[in-house]
């Protein structure tokens, strides 16, 4: 398997990965008064980062239809 296909299946899975850990961090700043605003912004540095994962598989061409057939 080359370089671009392996990363036009593990990209989607990163990008979905870091954005429930994004959503988990604002879950728990809202819950927190010491370190809200550290989760809060570690969340937007995931989001950041799906942007730029994002860029780089539209790059690659998309996410594979059939990752694993």
Do not use: C
Not at 44 to 49: G, K, R, S
Request: net charge negative.
């Amino acid at each position: 398997m080359d370089e671009s296909t392996k990363l036009r299946m593990l990209l989607p899975h990163w990008i979905e990965h870091n954005g429930e850990h994004a959503e988990e961090f604002k879950e728990y700043a809202a819950q927190s008064a010491d370190v809200g605003d550290q989760l809060m912004a570690a969340a937007t540095f995931l989001e950041e980062a799906n942007a730029r994962l994002g860029e780089a598989l539209e790059k690659l061409g998309g996410p594979l239809e059939h990752p694993h057939a």
